[in-house]
């Protein structure tokens, strides 16, 4: 540090002291750092010389000096290789490669230089890696390239070097003026030069070479961490090359580990489709099943029970997609056999000496073998090997109560999780194998195990598997998938099924434990709870959907048990836990296990069902509407529910016909057919038809095929509101307004309108083929087409007929309001002056006037408060003081006539407001008698 100070400062320099100035060093050198990394001098080689040297023709025989030429540049180069000088290198190395064929001298040197590659690059500024990054990306490529020397100590040395991209060693010492490129650097590097493929495409020259494929598969494993390496390498077939030698002579083990961890990988990070279908080869497909089948049988270590279950699931991940290979391989078969074989006895030599333990591993495979059944049930083909390998009476092993623990081969959590499972899977097994089922007698079986679950036992479920969700502390998951496979054997609508559940008591059985859970139901039901009310409700509709006498068993009691469930609260249904599903299954309910049976739809009708069939109606949920509707129209056949209809009200006093109305209009709203504001009809050819259906272009079709004017009736709610109108009838319907009988007037008339429609689709499709009718046919479909028209033209000046009717009727009305109105004006006109005339005669006015404020004051005092709100106004008449002079004194009349005040919406105070106009008809008869009363009073005074 020097110092200075300030000399050019005039008399200011001598009034303070000279400040002091610290000198900073601004340039620090790597070796001013300290003394924790040391520093080493870097001086340039040239490069292009030793090039030139190794290429020379002239030179080409001095081997000796060209091997310590490239040991001197791999000694120069010993703390890594800058980036400008990567291009040399690699030039150097291809001619060795080219040159150890003929002169194995040069393998020492090249290792050498080889080894450099797996040390960081060296740069000199920050944008090098970016500047060179072309260079760098070409010269791993390379690299990858020179596995085809033939040197096993090149190719060991190459494996080695790129291992380092992904662990590299701490930097020892620092080269002045550079820096290590960043540790990423070449791994990115390297998806750009597409290393990973190069490597897997030299797999093939590796195949009787243990040791260096070993190397081989440890680089291969760390570059399918990546998702862009593993579509490289999934481009050069890696799953199929390296999976159809997973059973090479290896005694170490680590070829079967370190392939199957490969295949783990890129299905995990690369195309999954691509790479199943390079595996789904029976070629692959053998070499998993021989694995599968020795580390099951001969493997006893932790780690080769993990290593099979891997491959179990790459073998689960194949059959999923591509199970034929599986069957023609015989894999499936054995699979099935070995899922099986602790609860069915079997003879196979394969699993005679055969014993899972209670291991985790062990446990695990179990649950991937009933889960790899489910899989193979997707095909067909292999149908009979699960009849044949008896699935069914394996699984119903576990269907049985959870007894207590240690009974059980498995503990009590996992037994419970195999239990679990086991029915998840029968749910689609079973179905499959009906045979199978009926011979074990499913039904009897499952209904045994519900009756455990409500049974009031000191078992609780430990709801910690998958399949146990909502099931701790209860016994919810038992239930929930004793029903799901219940659900899955009703849905196939076997009568054998059906008939031996109802002989079994399922009905009533079933409706206890939904009596039970919807009594019971509060706030904190969850989506388990939900489900199995939806079952519940699904199955009684599948067993008693055509069946008379069952349906009579489900009688009053499921009745009363649907209608608490109708009442639901609307603001459930979207609440996401499954209030909506419910909702749905309880109107199929309705459907199939009410309509057709007297008794219960009278009991429906007299517990007023129908009411609260049209109270959900009225809620105009989209989703529901149809199905809605259908029961309404189904229950129309009752001659009961005509009544019950016809007395519905919603919460606007609105009646059941304009409910219908109104969402006919909004379904041709939603279907855009054409209307006017008033509802009429604007295109009468096409009267019913909306711009979306009339946007498709009609097609020829089969005759058994239904067309899009036949769809659309299923697919809407008009059909079935015309339906239901068709047993109210069209005429005097109470609560309808003049446009509601408008579009009333086209409901009316919907059969005609669709069967005009239906002709003029067979129109279409006849001239979409190119058929010419004869003149006969021509004629006739004219007809049609020219009726289906006048038919529309005749609602249609129906309507506007009925329109102006009801104009011309607000017309009528609005003059006779307003004629009334005139009327009362000048009536309150001429009694109001009649009135001021008496006050001028008289003499005493000031007296009158006085008696007029005690009046006002009185008349102040006895008004009533503030009516409320929506309170009718009655006729009232106040008593007033009518004070009047006769021959010089004062005479009190007690009461004004009520003539005077007027109708019963007169203003009490009318008789003191001269400018008020408000109040009801004045009557003028009885009005000009009272003002001849008066004018003779007048008259006597005036004498």
Not at 163 to 179: C, D, L, R, S
Request: proline share 3%; glycine share 6%.
């Amino acid at each position: 540090m020097t110092l200075s100070g300030g000399g050019g400062g005039g008399s200011r320099a001598g009034s303070k002291k000279a400040r002091v100035v610290p000198v900073v060093k601004l340039l620090v050198t790597d070796a001013d750092i300290g003394e924790q990394e040391q520093v080493v001098p870097f001086k340039s080689m040239d490069l292009s010389r030793v090039l030139k040297l190794l290429e020379d023709p002239c030179s080409r025989d001095l081997m000796e000096r060209h091997v310590r030429v490239l040991k001197k540049v791999a000694k120069h180069y010993c703390n890594g290789v800058p980036l400008k000088d990567l291009t040399h290198m690699f030039k150097m190395l291809n001619i060795c490669a080219g040159r150890i064929e003929d002169h194995a001298d040069y393998v020492e040197p090249m290792c050498e230089i080889l080894k450099l590659s797996g040390l960081p690059f060296l740069k000199e500024k920050t944008s090098d890696e970016i500047s060179y990054a072309q260079v760098v990306a070409e010269s791993i490529s390379q690299l990858g390239c020179l596995m085809r020397v033939p040197s096993s100590q090149v190719r060991i040395q190459i494996c080695n070097s790129i291992i380092h991209f992904y662990n590299p060693e701490p930097v020892k010492q620092q080269v002045e003026g550079f820096h290590p490129t960043s540790e990423n650097y070449k791994i990115q590097m390297a998806e750009v030069g597409g290393l990973a493929e190069t490597m897997v495409l030299s797999l093939s020259l590796l195949e009787n070479r243990l040791q260096e494929k070993l190397w081989l598969l440890r680089v291969l494993q760390l570059l399918s961490s990546t998702s862009e390496n593993c579509k490289l390498m999934a481009k050069a077939q890696a799953a199929s090359r390296i999976c159809s030698r997973l059973n090479d002579p290896d005694p170490s083990g680590q070829l079967l580990f370190r392939s199957s961890e490969i295949l783990w990988n890129l299905l995990e990070n690369g195309p999954k489709e691509e790479l199943i279908n390079q595996l789904s080869n029976l070629e692959c497909i053998y070499a998993l099943k021989e694995s599968f089948i020795k580390l099951l049988t001969n493997g006893y270590k932790h780690y080769d029970r993990q290593l099979r279950n891997d491959l179990l699931v790459i073998a689960t991940l194949i059959a999923e997609n591509h199970g034929p290979p599986m069957v023609e391989s015989g894999f499936a078969k054995q699979l099935i056999l070995f899922a099986t074989f602790s609860e069915v006895k079997h003879h196979n030599p394969l699993v005679k000496s055969l014993k899972l333990l209670h291991s985790n591993e062990d446990f695990e495979m179990k649950k991937l073998l009933f889960n790899m059944i489910v899989v193979l049930s997707k095909d067909l083909s292999t149908i009979q090997f699960l009849s044949d390998g008896k699935v069914v009476l394996a699984l119903f092993n576990y269907v049985k109560p959870n007894e207590k623990p240690g009974v059980h081969s498995w503990p009590a959590a996992r037994f419970e999780d195999l239990q679990l499972h086991a029915m998840a899977t029968l749910a689609t097994v079973a179905p499959l194998l009906l045979e199978d089922y009926i011979t074990c007698q499913g039904n009897t079986r499952i209904l045994l195990f519900l009756e455990w679950c409500t049974s009031q036992d000191t078992f609780s479920g430990q709801g910690n598997c998958f399949h146990g969700v909502g099931g701790r502390g209860n016994k919810h998951a038992q239930m929930r998938y004793s029903l799901r496979l219940l659900r899955s054997m009703a849905s196939m609508g076997d009568e054998t099924v059906n008939q031996d559940l109802c002989d079994q008591g399922a009905i009533n059985q079933l409706l206890g434990i939904l009596r039970h859970s919807v009594n019971d139901a509060d706030e904190s039901e969850d989506t388990v709870l939900l489900e199995i009310k939806s079952d519940i409700l699904f199955i009684l509709a599948s067993v008693c959907e055509n069946d008379l006498h069952r349906k009579d068993l489900f009688g009053s009691e499921g009745v009363d048990v649907l209608l608490l469930l109708l009442k639901m609260d609307p603001t459930k249904l979207n609440s996401g836990l499954g209030h909506n599903k419910l909702m749905f299954c309880t109107l199929d309910s309705v459907w199939c296990c009410i309509m057709g049976c007297f008794t219960s739809e009278d009991y429906f009708l007299e517990k007023e069902g129908l009411f609260i069939l049209f109270d959900l109606l009225a809620l105009n949920l989209k989703s529901m509407n149809n199905l809605v509707l259908g029961i309404l129209v189904e229950f129309c056949d009752n001659p009961k529910s005509i009544s019950h209809i016809a007395t519905w009200r919603g919460n606007k006093n609105e009646t059941a016909a304009k409910l219908l109305i109104q969402l006919w209009k909004e379904e041709e709203e939603e279907l855009c057919v054409r209307r006017d504001d008033y509802g009429r009809i604007i295109d009468a050819k096409k009267p019913l038809v909306g711009q979306f259906q009339e946007a498709q272009a009609v097609n020829p079709m089969p005759a058994n095929c239904s067309s899009i004017a036949i769809m659309e009736v299923a697919e809407n709610t008009r059909a079935k509101i015309y339906s239901v109108f068709s047993k109210l009838g069209f005429e005097n319907l109470p609560g309808l307004s003049a446009m509601d009988y408008v579009t009333l007037s086209v409901i009316s008339r919907y059969l005609d309108f669709k069967v005009g429609e239906v002709w003029s689709e067979i129109r279409a499709e006849i001239k979409a083929e190119g058929f010419k009718p004869v003149t006969s046919d021509q004629e006739a479909l004219d007809v049609i087409a020219k009726s289906t028209e006048n038919i529309s033209t005749i609602v249609a000046s129906h309507q506007t007929e009925m329109i102006d009717n009801y104009h011309q009727m607000e017309l009528q009305e609005e003059q006779q309001k307003y004629a009334e109105i005139k009327t009362n004006h000048k009536q309150r006109e001429l009694v109001m002056k009649s009135w001021d005339n008496f006050l001028a005669r008289t003499s005493n006015y000031e007296a009158l006037k006085k008696a007029k404020r005690l009046q006002e004051k009185s008349i102040e005092s006895s008004r009533p408060k503030a009516r409320p709100k929506n309170t009718t106004v009655h006729s009232t008449q106040i008593p007033l003081l009518n004070t009047t002079v006769a021959c010089g004194r004062v005479v009190t009349v007690e009461s004004t006539p009520s003539q005077l005040i007027g109708g019963p919406l007169a203003d009490t105070d009318i008789a003191l407001k001269r400018v008020s106009f408000r109040g009801g008809a004045l009557q003028k008869v009885k009005t000009v008698k009272v003002l001849d009363q008066l004018n003779k009073h007048s008259v006597s005074c005036n004498k």
